[in-house]
């Protein structure tokens, strides 16, 4: 009897079985995998409300896996230290899960190896890793990325910290009680964004993809007007992820840089700029930027830096570039190979980002005669970047390569006339492929074309006169070699078409003297052209020097107040405020030189302070100013601004 009741039911649990299966087919989800993420009503749309309403409709995806109960269970919170957070994917690609790491479990870290594809709908997490490394190696057997997530754990390659670690927030609400603070305001945003626009982006176009950044900014202001972004007690879902607040901090960034160039007066000016910088580099630390860089990070960093240095801090801008860099190497940016499996568009974005780290680098690299921190090898050159009709933006991306070569020469090479010779004859081949109106100023039918024809004329007259400098270091009697006289003279034009061009762009813009490249490249111009032999003598450039000194001199007696301070002064740095107070002298003492050296002249003329030596203005191939003391024509209690 009992055998009976067995084998009666082995058929009652086969059909059971088959029910359960039925019902489960007749269950099966048809919600968006977004909001079966989230637990929120989907209504089946492609994509669906919910998904367009909270702002990322590209991820709106169906027939994604469901993850396991364990898989679940690894990423809890009680095991957030064992699994490595998620490092934020690179702008424009949002994870699937678009909650706020700080409210929610991470997802672990996905080291993939070179040949896993990875699309925008299914959106990975990505740190990059070379290909010598054991956990490439172990991705190009085991694809999953199931064992190169285990491996990277054990051996300690994966950041664990969902948080910024040297942030005391114990909760959500405490971070986002921390962003509200910072957000800027819709006043701040249209008065200042606008001087970035127009001032600062044209000429160092950091920004990999302003359109695309403006479309976040009104989104940034729908979600400010309806009050999202001011309310304390409730936390935004579209604003808190880390990649938002990681747009925020670009944002204020644009902004510091916008008010360095803005219309306000010192020291207003100079509160505005570092008041936003500030604010930006604490929604970097919101976003842990740290552990989880993406390509808003980066552009936060480079922006930070850059306007650093425009205000004369080039020595900590040069120290923040090092962690930019490392940062965009964690993502793989230096090289084209790591982002292969990236979409099209986001490879552009990356190559446009690597370029302008290449940019920032390479002019700080030549200033200091310091080692460069980035290459180009990992990239290939686009051969049609390069034939004909090359922009602004082009050519200072090859003067950027050609300032690597010539910093990464060893010491023969760099003192090498015939090397010289043949950058400099590379140098001129590309140049005569710019567009019309950057090879003449005939060309120029607008105002910007103007701008742009200038700049570039100033910092080609820079790499020309870094190229000609072995020249320059010879003894006069050198100066038969045909080679070296060529040199010579290509060094004396360069010298006086920077300062020229200088001059010009000062008429019509606010911009060469708020940019720390520019002015640094017109006073070195002109300390070397009053201490050279060639043309300390010359009255064409001695007449040069003069107008460029008459220019900051009156940016310095202009618009002080009853008490001395600048009212809509210029900023100057100290290392600027030496090297001008260098040239003064220089220029000043120019005629006394000539009647020592002529006791004819001599008599009879008043005697004065022994002249300036060399050695005392300047110092080193890097073109750094010595310690020279202000003189009685520029106190030392002189302004800075």
């Not at 204020?252 to 007066?265: I, M």
Request: aromatic share 8%; charged share 20%; with cysteine.
């Amino acid at each position: 009897m009992p055998n009976s009741s067995a084998a009666g039911s082995n058929p009652e649990r086969q059909e059971i079985d088959r029910i359960l299966r039925a019902k489960r087919q007749l269950r099966e989800t048809k919600a968006c995998y977004p909001c079966r993420s989230r637990k929120v009503k989907c209504d089946n749309g492609q994509p669906c409300r919910t998904c367009q309403k909270r702002g990322h409709p590209e991820i709106c995806v169906y027939g994604l896996e469901e993850s396991s109960p364990r898989k679940r269970a690894m990423l809890s919170p009680q095991n957030s230290n064992a699994d490595a957070s998620r490092v934020a994917f690179p702008s424009g690609l949002e994870s699937a899960n678009d909650q706020p790491p700080i409210r929610d479990s991470a997802s672990p870290l996905h080291t993939r190896p070179a040949s896993e594809s990875i699309n925008q709908e299914d959106p990975a997490n990505y740190v990059f890793s070379g290909e010598n490394t054991v956990i490439s190696i172990l991705g190009s057997h085991y694809t999953d990325g199931s064992i190169t997530h285990k491996a990277s754990s054990v051996l300690g390659l994966q950041n664990s910290f969902s948080n910024y670690p040297f942030l005391d927030l114990k909760t959500s609400m405490d971070r986002w009680k921390a962003l509200v603070e910072i957000v800027p305001q819709r006043e701040e945003i249209l008065k200042f964004f606008h001087f970035y626009r127009t001032s600062a982006y044209p000429f160092n176009p950091i920004l990999v993809d302003i359109d695309g950044f403006e479309l976040v900014i009104c989104q940034f202001l729908t979600s400010y007007a309806s009050g999202e972004l001011r309310n304390h007690d409730q936390i935004s879902e579209r604003w808190s992820s880390d990649r938002s607040v990681g747009q925020i901090s670009l944002l204020l960034a644009a902004l510091a840089s916008g008010a360095h160039y803005s219309d306000l007066g010192n020291p207003e000016r100079a509160e505005k700029y570092q008041s936003f910088a500030r604010r930006s580099f604490q929604a970097l630390r919101l976003a842990n930027f740290l552990l989880r860089p993406s390509l808003e990070v980066v552009q936060s960093l480079l922006i930070l830096g850059n306007t650093l240095q425009n205000n004369g801090q080039s020595d900590g801008a040069w120290a923040l570039l090092g962690t930019t860099v490392r940062l965009a190497q964690t993502l793989g940016l230096h090289t084209e190979k790591s982002i292969s499996h990236w979409p099209e568009p986001m490879r552009q974005k990356a190559r446009a980002l690597w370029s302008m780290t290449v940019w920032q680098d390479s002019l700080l690299s030549l200033c200091y005669d310091r080692p460069s921190m980035v290459s180009t090898r990992g990239w290939q050159l686009d051969s049609t970047a390069l034939e004909s009709n090359l922009s602004y933006t082009d050519m200072m991306r090859y003067l950027c390569r050609l300032g690597l070569q010539i910093n990464n020469a060893n010491e023969r090479e760099r003192n090498d006339i015939a090397y010289s010779s043949k950058l400099l004859a590379a140098l001129d081949d590309v140049f005569k492929r710019v567009q019309p109106h950057l090879l003449s100023r005939e060309h120029c039918a607008s105002l910007h074309q103007h701008l742009e024809h200038l700049a570039l004329r100033i910092h080609v007259s820079f790499c020309v006169s870094v190229l000609c400098r072995p020249a320059i270091q010879r003894p006069p009697r050198t100066s038969l070699n045909p080679r070296i006289r060529i040199l010579r003279n290509r060094a004396k034009d360069s010298l006086v078409e920077a300062g020229k061009a200088f001059l010009d762009f000062e008429t019509l813009s606010i911009v060469p003297l708020r940019t720390w490249s520019m002015v640094h490249t017109v006073l070195s111009s002109a300390l070397l052209l009053c201490l050279w032999e060639e043309t300390r003598h010359d009255p064409a450039c001695r007449d040069l020097q003069q107008r460029v000194i008459e220019v900051f001199s009156r940016v310095d007696t202009a618009g002080k107040d009853g008490n001395g301070q600048h009212d809509n002064g210029q900023w100057l740095s100290t290392r600027h405020i030496h090297a001008l107070v260098a040239l003064r002298n220089a220029v000043r003492d120019t005629p006394m030189r000539e009647a020592h050296a002529n006791p004819e002249t001599q008599r009879g003329s008043p005697r004065s302070q022994s002249p300036q030596r060399s050695s005392d203005v300047i110092s080193g191939p890097g073109m750094g100013f010595g310690d020279v003391q202000p003189s009685s024509e520029f106190p030392a209690n002189f302004d800075f601004g």
